[in-house]
T-cell receptor, first 114, second 115 residues
Framework: DAMVIQNPRYQVTQFGKPVTLSCSQT?????MYWYQQKSSQAPKLLFH???????NEADTPDNFQSRRPNTSFCFLDIRSPGLGDAAMYLC?????????????FGPGTRLLVL | AQSVTQLDSQVPVFEEAPVELRCNYS??????LFWYVQYPNQGLQLLLK??????LVKSINGFEAEFNKSQTSFHLRKPSVHISDTAEYFC?????????????FGGGTRLMVKP
């Protein structure tokens, strides 16, 4: 089945230690998104890629970076995680201009910062 | 600009009872509408969506939602809930006027089904 895959499902890191979360997709969608979701809140968009074009939300901290080496993969890098960065990180994909640009989400990576 | 309001943060209901989760939106453009469900420690799963055509849309597990343009609403309903429906439900909208419209989420409604 076509899907969005996130690894790992749970990630523990230390305060200030860089961490990378990964997302891959078999849907062949050209748009990929990264969201941050804190407890009991709606997901908050960090950035998205339209093909190779990177789009950063205005209030996304500089501590968060992203890479998309090819259509299938996208990475979220947190350069110096703080305690406030502990959250669920969700990857999503969509097909630009089709299907109402419906976003399909992965299972998420829960990040714990010690 | 768009906004989504989910009027109830929590909805407790007994098993086999009907339920309605309310969603209202505001937008200056035509919209697409979505309901997502999130089980604990999981991602968001698309439950149903309205893009065009019939204003009543249904999911495979018995949920349905009706797009009401005049009331700017997209309420989610199920005639008889199960314990397994316990989850967080998010209503979301995006503009349909051009490509590249981002999703705007409501604050979520926690459905708690009690035996």
């Amino acid at each position: 089945d076509a899907m969005v895959i996130q690894n790992p499902r749970y990630q523990v890191t230390q305060f200030g230690k860089p961490v990378t979360l990964s997302c891959s997709q078999t849907l062949n969608h050209n748009v990929m998104y990264w969201y941050q979701q804190k407890s009991s809140q709606a997901p908050k968009l960090l950035f998205h890629y339209y093909d190779k074009d990177f789009n950063n939300e205005a209030d996304t901290p500089d501590n968060f970076q992203s890479r998309r080496p090819n259509t299938s993969f996208c990475f979220l890098d947190i350069r110096s995680p703080g305690l406030g960065d502990a959250a669920m990180y969700l990857c999503a994909t969509s097909r630009a201009g089709g299907d109402g640009e419906t976003q399909y989400f992965g299972p998420g990576t829960r990040l714990l910062v010690l | 600009a768009q906004s989504v309001t989910q009027l109830d943060s929590q909805v407790p209901v007994f098993e086999e009872a009907p339920v309605e989760l309310r969603c209202n939106y505001s937008s200056s453009v035509s919209v697409y509408l979505f309901w997502y469900v999130q089980y604990p420690n999981q991602g968001l799963q698309l439950l149903l969506k309205y893009l065009s055509g019939s204003t009543l849309v249904k999911s495979i597990n018995g949920f349905e939602a009706e797009f009401n343009k005049s009331q700017t609403s997209f309420h989610l309903r199920k005639p008889s809930v199960h314990i397994s429906d316990t989850a967080e439900y998010f209503c979301a909208v995006s503009g349909s006027n051009n490509a590249g419209n981002m999703l705007t989420f409501g604050g979520g409604t926690r459905l708690m089904v009690k035996p």
